[in-house]
């Protein structure tokens, strides 16, 4: 099975498994003490803490955490895209029915918790491989490596808890397969890839890549060895894209077929293969992986619809800062916690294989890992337990040469060099967790604004603002919103956008319309089509710049109201507009990007007379309208003072006019000691208005909740 003796050989040294155990244990303990140290930091802060426990740190955990509330309850709304399906709220609801313990702290926990359990298959491959030292130390580092622990740390409540342990469960029962041949660890390999594609839809492109490296694998080395041929064709039986169920059964029968008929050929396994090989390509497998690597890898900026009425929109991966390229440097980091030691594990991992063939069948986790370089750091995580391992393999190698020329005391100089060597490793990542000092998604007094309006809208209601507070929103006050973290594809911000950056009479009527063409699409055959795209037909429109000429000048009826909406309008989404407006800015009929409004903000530095200083160098004249720049001065058109007089109440404003010709705006918050240089077109726009400066129209708007941090309006008609 191995090669020859060679350089890059290490002795193996087992571990009697009892105290191999004991450090796994230790390993996992590990994981987790060092994911406390951002606990200890954020429970300093009474802003991050509600109902007596830490708020969780990750937007999306909040979908899933509304689904395991919905199950615990028994009940949700129809449509209200609660995650009730989902495997982590199932496991979430589970837990909290079993256990009694605080719904709050079983979200704040279990990322931690379930994540730290990497260490486990981690470390069990490496014994597999009779390397237990190599196991210690890859455990030790690959629970708190830099994106691993990012996206596993306590309060980071998503699907990554188990997206990287599930699919090397699968790694282990693949060299176990082809290590032993025995047909147990071949189910194992298969329930595992089966349990990973039920936690995770999106493992399709990892599992594939198991198929492929398994099928190379066993023509280049394992040709003549049928029982390598099985493990393949459970592999491919587990990736077709049918039920769950109806694999789970067709692999149980494959199975007890093989182990009652023990000649089975490679003829018949070859005809079975291609069946499913075929099945899986028939059933759409290649376009549900192809299709999101394409996105990923291909950023384009503008998404033309399949809708038989052709419309453009603006493609969210321009905007996710996970879905961007990332620098060497950061890829690095992310997957080993340096430079060096990321250059050291690509190393030992090539060494790693050199002696041990079978680790070539970890290479679609490098593989992918390695494509956060083009595809976004999202997928730097997949990488790191290999590299861990290959810098496990490196040290240990190295721990070897180095005691080898102390023959007194040859064990001790063993073990300091792996502790020493070790430690270096460790080091970046622990500084880097002590550094990462992440706030909760939402604070306690925007949680308690949301908390009123629990009190005020009812569940059927939707809310309206940017899909970055979806999911908080939908979990603390219990209603719908129009778009989320999960459904923010360009067709359906389009609207949004819209409604946000438009004045108020323009952006009551696409509210209104998106509102009730939302509702309407869930009980519609064309549920994949742009809501856009249904206005426009029930209208008889077909030209899409007709349209929305049509809506900005109101020209159009809205439809009957069938609910409220409220307009959730935070401070935090100040710096976020001109990323907002790039959805609305577009196009629909050609697909061209309009120059979406600008804001620039300043820092206040003090105030001589009638002028405003800035940090930057920038000098503006209140009384002159005039802006003094390094490259010269500016007339402004508008400077717009707003103040808060009552906490409960939107705040005051003061406009002076200056240059009706400027497009310039100087909105000065004094309460916020915010100043931002804006165009007319965000300035004139519904959030601006009502949030900064508390111009709403009273025959569209009433204020339900005001607050420093939060303004909600709620829409009449």
Do not use: C
Not at 467 to 490: F, M, Q
Request: hydrophobic letters at 45%; proline letters at 4%.
């Amino acid at each position: 099975m191995f090669q020859e003796k060679s350089f890059v050989d290490i002795d193996n040294k087992e571990i009697p498994i009892k105290i191999y155990m004991m450090l796994i244990l230790t390993a996992y303990l590990f994981s987790i003490a060092v994911r406390y140290i951002w606990v200890d930091w954020a429970s300093a802060f009474p802003q991050y803490i509600y109902n007596g426990e830490l708020m969780i740190n990750t937007n999306d955990g909040y979908l899933w955490a509304e689904g395991a509330r919905d199950i615990i309850a028994g009940f949700h709304q129809p449509n209200d895209l609660s995650a009730i399906n989902e495997p982590i709220s199932k496991l979430t609801a589970f837990i909290v029915n079993i256990t009694g313990i605080k719904f709050e702290s079983v979200i704040l926990w279990m990322s931690g918790i379930f994540g730290s359990l990497i260490v486990v298959p981690t470390m069990l491959i490496a014994r597999v491989l009779k390397l237990d030292y190599v196991g210690i130390v890859a455990g030790l580092l690959v629970g708190i490596v830099w994106s691993y622990y990012n996206r596993t740390m306590i309060g980071y409540y998503d699907t990554d808890m188990l997206t990287i342990v599930l699919p090397l469960f699968t790694l282990l029962g693949l060299i176990l397969s082809f290590q032993t041949k025995k047909d147990i660890y071949i189910l194992f390999t298969a329930f595992s890839m089966l349990l990973y594609i039920w936690w995770y839809p999106s493992a399709k492109a990892l599992n594939l890549g198991w198929v492929i490296i398994a099928l190379l694998y066993t023509l280049v080395f394992e040709r003549r060895d049928t029982q390598s041929y099985k493990i393949v064709l459970f592999l491919m039986v587990a990736q077709t894209p049918i039920s769950i169920e109806l694999r789970s059964v067709l692999i149980a029968i494959l199975y007890i077929a093989f182990h009652y008929q023990q000649e089975i050929t490679f003829k018949y396994i070859k005809h079975i293969f291609i069946f499913f090989t075929i099945a899986f390509i028939y059933f759409g497998g290649l376009e549900s992986i192809i299709n999101p690597i394409k996105g990923y890898i291909f950023h384009q900026s503008v998404i033309e619809n399949s809708s038989s009425i052709n419309l453009h929109f603006y493609a969210i991966s321009k905007t996710v800062k996970e879905a961007s390229s990332i620098p060497f440097e950061l890829l690095a980091k992310r997957i080993s916690g340096s430079e060096i030691t990321f250059i050291l594990s690509i190393i030992g991992y090539l060494m790693f294989i050199f002696r041990y063939r079978l680790m070539l069948l970890a290479l679609p986790m490098v593989g992918l890992g390695l494509l956060a370089y083009i595809a976004g750091l999202r997928f730097t995580v997949y990488a790191v337990p290999v590299m861990a391992l290959g810098i496990g393999y490196l040290i240990v190698w190295f721990a070897q040469r180095v005691s080898e020329y102390f023959k007194n005391g040859e064990q001790v100089v063993f073990y300091v060099v792996i502790i020493i060597t070790t430690s270096f490793t460790l080091i970046p990542n622990i500084i880097h967790i002590v550094n990462y000092k992440v706030s909760t998604v939402f604070n306690t007094q925007e949680v308690k604004v949301l908390d009123k309006l629990k009190n005020i809208a009812k569940r059927e209601d939707y809310v309206l603002t940017w899909w970055d507070y979806g999911y908080p929103i939908r979990y603390y006050a219990d209603v719908k919103t129009l778009i989320d973290g999960g459904k923010h594809t360009g067709d359906v911000n389009y609207p949004v956008s819209y409604a946000l950056l438009k004045p108020q009479e323009q952006s009551a009527l696409m509210a209104r319309l998106a509102t009730e063409y939302t509702e309407k699409s869930f009980n519609k055959e064309r549920k994949d089509e742009p809501i856009i795209a249904d206005m426009m037909r029930d209208y008889n429109i077909t030209d899409p710049a007709l349209f929305i000429q049509m809506v900005n000048e109101n020209a159009i009826t809205p439809p009957p109201k069938s609910r409220d909406i409220y307009y959730y309008l935070p401070l935090r989404m100040f710096n976020i507009m001109p990323t907002v407006a790039l959805f609305s800015s577009i196009d629909l009929s050609s697909g061209n990007e309009k120059d979406a409004p600008f804001l620039y903000a300043l820092r206040p530095k003090g105030k001589q007379g009638s002028k405003l200083i800035f940090t930057n160098g920038l000098i503006f004249d209140i009384k002159t309208g005039e802006l003094k720049t390094p490259q010269g001065i500016q007339k402004l058109g508008i400077f717009a003072l707003s103040s808060i007089t009552s906490p409960n109440k939107p705040p005051k404003s003061e406009i002076i006019q200056y240059d009706p010709n400027s497009n310039i705006v100087m909105l000065f918050m004094r309460d916020y000691n915010r100043v931002y240089l804006m165009d007319r077109e965000l300035f004139d726009s519904s959030y601006v208005q009502m949030f900064a400066l508390g111009r709403y129209d009273k025959s569209l708007f009433e204020p339900v909740v005001i607050d420093p941090l939060v303004h909600i309006y709620r829409l009449k008609r």
